[in-house]
Antibody, heavy 122, light 106 residues
Framework: EVQLLESGGGLVQPGGSLRLSCAASEFTFSSYAMSWVRQAPGKGLEWVSGIIGSGGSTYYADSVKGRFTISRDNSKNTLYLQMNSLRAEDTAVYYC???????????????WGQGTLVTVSS | DIQMTQSPSSLSASVGDRVTITCRASQSISSYLNWYQQTPGKAPKLLIYAASSLQSGVPSRFSGSGSGTDFTLTISNLQPEDFATYYCQQSYSSWTFGQGTKVEMK
């Protein structure tokens, strides 16, 4: 069974940095694009960033562009999210999610981790 | 950016009911529409992808339909474990989620 295990969340002051990790297992990690999706307390889901299987292309939501960096180490089956210049509005549970492409070409997130909480507060 | 609007934002239903949730895109997204279920404290779970394809392991009482801008998630014969929040998601251009629909017990 596919497993995704996030870590690295915690309490950080505004303007600070944090790096999240997502350890993947039970699938060929390098063959799949991956995403980070977040959920602020009591709010809905927001896609944050994505990266293709090779790591050669990355994508970001406008809300985090220039502050967050997604990366992956396929030799370690691990996805990362480096978060800099953190703001109170970045407070959320951060999920990593595996992407899959359907036979008609559309994409979806078929597996999700359990999430890690990031709290930005002084 | 493509905006996704779900309706209703919440609904009350009873076990055995048929429930319908709609999702409208701000522009055509073909069939690039997915549905997820989330219970409190848990990660989202994929139910339907490509508008109408049932994810493996998901009960057949869940179904999806639509294309273009208007989509529907239907739960027939609502079960106790189906009380949750449901999100639509478009993958036509980047990714956008609807605001969610909470299905509560009447």
């Amino acid at each position: 069974e596919v497993q995704l295990l996030e870590s690295g969340g915690g309490l950080v002051q505004p303007g600070g940095s944090l790096r999240l990790s997502c350890a993947a297992s039970e699938f060929t990690f390098s063959s799949y694009a991956m995403s980070w999706v977040r959920q602020a307390p009591g709010k809905g889901l927001e896609w944050v960033s994505g990266i293709i299987g090779s790591g050669g292309s990355t994508y970001y939501a406008d809300s985090v562009k220039g502050r967050f960096t997604i990366s992956r180490d396929n030799s370690k089956n691990t996805l990362y999210l480096q978060m800099n210049s953190l703001r109170a509005e970045d407070t959320a549970v951060y999920y990593c999610a595996k992407e899959r492409r359907s036979s008609v070409g559309s994409c979806y997130h078929d597996y999700w981790g359990q999430g890690t909480l990031v709290t930005v507060s002084s | 950016d493509i905006q996704m609007t779900q309706s209703p934002s919440s609904l009350s239903a009873s076990v055995g009911d048929r429930v319908t949730i709609t999702c409208r895109a701000s522009q055509s997204i073909s069939s690039y529409l997915n549905w997820y279920q989330q219970t409190p404290g848990k990660a989202p779970k994929l139910l339907i992808y490509a508008a109408s394809s049932l994810q493996s392991g998901v009960p057949s009482r869940f179904s999806g339909s639509g294309s273009g801008t208007d989509f529907t998630l239907t739960i027939s014969n609502l079960q106790p474990e189906d009380f949750a929040t449901y999100y639509c998601q478009q993958s036509y251009s980047s990714w956008t989620f609807g605001q969610g629909t909470k299905v509560e017990m009447k």
